[in-house]
């Protein structure tokens, strides 16, 4: 099966600064890459995602990057306001069903 | 966005009782998912369910697990018999016609 891993585990930037968390996958065969965020208390709400036929998406202030050949992908986010702060996991998803999530990283923007 | 709502929000059994978590789409969809959250850790696929059939099923989704969708609407997900070990936050989340999956906001399931 596909195994996920995601760096780093928790993450503080100043604001108005750039974040930056990446993530590996194991299975060259995984097609579809979605980034979630997640506040306190809530369920994972999709912010941005890629398939494998593309190598860069940019929405705003938030991108991200494949590298298939790597195997790595990364969530790039610009310009943080502290409503950036929350738990971020990336996915990957090997053929048309079952997400497998990272292990999250705490973002926290520092006013 | 589609919308996924989850009812209850926090729902606390004794060990060994019955739960029935249940997830609401606003708008139809075919597939469904259930995840779960243990506090503080990643989250785990637990089952994929299109046309009233699973699709797909994860090692945890033994047989205290079940699932249906009994009036074209809820969709629920069952444990027969709650341990210790089954509590986390449960999402339903859906998928669209172009593949992305929306979580609902989650049941928090606390067994004592």
């Known amino acids: 099966g596909e195994n996920v891993e995601q760096h780093p585990s928790t993450l503080s930037v100043q604001e108005g600064d750039s974040a930056v968390i990446k993530c590996t996958y194991s299975?060259?065969?995984?097609?579809?890459f979605p980034w979630y965020k997640q506040e306190l208390g809530k369920g994972p709400q999709l912010i941005i995602d890629i398939r494998s036929n593309v190598g860069e998406k940019k929405d705003q202030r938030i991108a991200v990057t494949l590298n298939k050949t790597a195997k790595h992908f990364s969530l790039h986010i610009t310009e943080t306001q502290p409503e950036d702060s929350a738990v971020y996991f990336c996915a990957a998803r090997l053929g048309n069903e079952k997400l497998t999530f990272g292990t999250g990283t705490r973002l926290t923007i520092i006013p | 966005e589609p919308e996924v709502t989850q009812t209850p929000s926090h729902q606390v059994t004794q060990m060994g009782q019955e739960v029935i978590l249940r997830c609401v789409p606003i708008?139809?969809?075919?597939?469904f998912y259930w995840y779960r959250q243990i506090l503080g850790q990643k989250v785990e696929f637990l089952v994929s369910?299109?046309?009233?059939?699973?699709?797909?099923k994860s090692e945890i989704f033994d047989d205290q697990f079940s699932v249906e969708r009994p009036d074209g609407s809820n969709f629920t997900l069952k444990i027969r018999s709650t341990k210790l070990e089954d509590s986390a936050m449960y999402f339903c989340?859906?998928?669209?016609?172009?593949?992305?999956?929306?979580f609902g906001p989650g049941t928090r399931l606390t067994v004592t």
């Open positions: 989340a859906i998928r669209t016609t172009s593949y992305e999956q929306y």
């Open positions: 369910f299109y046309n009233n059939e699973i699709s797909e």
């Open positions: 299975d060259s065969a995984s097609n579809y």
């Open positions: 708008s139809n969809h075919l597939y």
